[in-house]
């Protein structure tokens, strides 16, 4: 368990939510916000966030979203103690349960935790992404394993995605810009892909990738105009202030 003066209390969506996370390794940023917004969940359905960390993902779509329920997967036990604790400090435990799973794990043990085969109509995801043969990784291990990734971790993370999904139920994923490739290769058992790329200013390059998919969708991919975080002088842009501050959502298609 991360001792108190080893984590840090911060404020998002607006101070909407307080989370406690590590004051070192891996802690959560945009991205997490992100991917919350970009899940269209409604009341009374059932989500499951893999690789949760300390929850902020998971517990912004909840805190969006009255009466979901939301189950939070985590590797790390401290971590997954903390998204707990985070889930009761905002007044959302009885919605939350926190399970400390392995994605990459069996079957059997998802169900033991309670999360058996199709039964739940979101999954959302920030895998691991970048690849330690070709890029600095942290020499801090939870930093690491956050962040540093085996080839086949997004087949896996997305296998695992589509054993807990009844059918038409979505998948979103925040992925690097540069792995597009890979996402179009992982998702077998998924169609119905739309992608929104996110720009950190105009005129530069995407870093990172929203993308819904639907199990056992049909429709042909859809390239969806892009979010752009900042204005040219770094300032945050109104789309931006609107999902990291006041709990806007991503439009995707139905």
């Given at each position: ?188 058992d998924f169609g119905s892909l739309a992608i929104v790329p996110v720009h950190p200013k105009p005129d530069v390059p995407a870093i990172r990738l929203l993308v819904r998919a639907v199990k056992g969708g049909g429709a042909p991919l859809t ?32």
């Amino acid at each position: 368990m991360t001792a108190p003066d080893d984590t840090t209390e911060d404020a998002v969506l607006g101070g909407r939510l307080v989370l406690r996370q590590p004051r070192r390794g891996h802690r959560f940023g945009h991205d997490a916000i992100l991917l919350a917004a970009a899940v269209d969940a409604r009341p009374g359905d059932v989500a499951v966030e893999l690789g949760a960390g300390v929850g902020a993902a998971g517990l912004a779509l909840a805190w969006r979203v009255p009466n979901l329920k939301i189950a939070l997967v985590e590797i790390d036990a401290a971590l997954a103690a903390l998204a707990a604790e985070n889930a009761d400090r905002n007044g959302l435990a009885a919605r939350v349960s926190v399970a400390t799973l392995d994605v990459a794990g069996g079957a059997a043990d998802f169900t033991h935790a309670g999360l058996p085969p199709e039964s739940a109509q979101h999954v959302l995801m920030n895998p691991p992404f970048n690849d330690p043969a070709r890029q600095n990784v942290s020499p801090d291990p939870a930093r690491r394993r956050a962040h540093a990734a085996a080839a086949d971790t997004l087949t896996q993370w997305v296998l695992r995605a589509s054993f807990l999904l009844a059918r038409s139920g979505t998948l979103t994923l925040i992925w690097r810009a540069a792995g597009l490739a890979d996402v179009l290769a992982a998702f077998n058992d998924f169609g119905s892909l739309a992608i929104v790329p996110v720009h950190p200013k105009p005129d530069v390059p995407a870093i990172r990738l929203l993308v819904r998919a639907v199990k056992g969708g049909g429709a042909p991919l859809t390239l969806l105009p892009p979010l752009i975080l900042n204005d040219a002088e770094g300032r945050p842009s109104p789309a931006a202030e609107a999902i990291l501050r006041e709990g806007g959502t991503i439009p995707f298609p139905s």
